[in-house]
């Protein structure tokens, strides 16, 4: 077991010491995915200070919004949201990007599909008829955040020529002339059901956040029906309103 003694010919008072250590510690990714932090004489031994020490240090941490303490179950980081807008659907990666987040792809299915009766009512076309679906699962740092799955109209064509690394619409408009222009949302909470939490490794029934996207192009004609699933812990949305003149 790693101990964490503090210095003891530096000037500093040793709460401050261990102020910074848990600082430090709580940087580490084991407790930025959510793992519990040790207990307090845990902590206290480890640094070879007392379990004061160690409380004033662990106040001053949740005081600041870094640490959250909840009777039986323990000290946890607090994991902020990311806060993404509404108007900022067409490239999730360069939405990230802009908050200094890295995006990964963890997960990339591009395949043939017959429509079934909620997807070619989304689309505008006869239940059956063969569309292109993409299955992608993102992250947003170091784990899965978001869980993509789009359908789009046949007169797209095959889409099977995709590649992962490419931004998603403009590579479309690249193979097919076609372009996105509007998108029409409902974003809604649900409990994760099993395939979701098998896919974004959280537990069944949590809380996720459910963005349902449909895309038009220029003309007003259906271009794309998506599913958007993100985790609720690391996500939130944020809206704009102006009030329109009497």
């Not at 006869?126 to 789009?152: I, K, N, Q, Y």
Request: aromatic letters at 6%.
């Amino acid at each position: 077991m790693t101990r964490w003694a503090l210095n003891r010919d530096d000037p500093r008072p040793l709460h401050v010491q261990s102020e910074d250590m848990l600082r430090r510690l709580i940087r580490q990714p084991r407790y930025r995915k959510g793992e519990r932090l040790p207990e307090e004489h845990d902590l206290a031994r480890r640094m070879g200070v007392s379990r004061g020490t160690v409380r004033e240090a662990l106040k001053r941490l949740v005081s600041e919004g870094l640490l959250e303490r909840r009777a039986g179950v323990g000290t946890r980081v607090v994991i902020s949201p990311v806060r993404t807008s509404l108007s900022e659907w067409p490239s999730f990666t360069r939405e990230m990007a802009r908050r200094g987040i890295t995006a990964e792809t963890l997960g990339w299915c591009l395949k043939r599909m017959a429509a079934n009766r909620e997807v070619a009512r989304a689309l505008e076309i006869e239940p059956g008829r063969m569309v292109t679906f993409l299955d992608r699962l993102r992250s947003a740092g170091d784990e899965p955040a978001v869980w993509f799955r789009s359908w789009f109209h046949p007169r797209l064509g095959d889409l099977r020529e995709l590649k992962q690394d490419q931004p998603l619409y403009e590579a479309i408009e690249k193979l097919t002339g076609v372009a996105a222009a509007r998108s029409d949302e409902t974003i809604r909470a649900e409990s994760a059901d099993a395939a979701t939490a098998r896919k974004l490794r959280i537990r069944q029934g949590a809380t996720v956040l459910v963005r349902q996207r449909n895309v038009r192009d220029a003309g007003g004609r259906p271009f794309e029906y998506a599913l958007a699933v993100y985790r609720a812990d690391r996500f939130s949305y944020s809206i704009s309103l102006q009030r329109s003149a009497p």
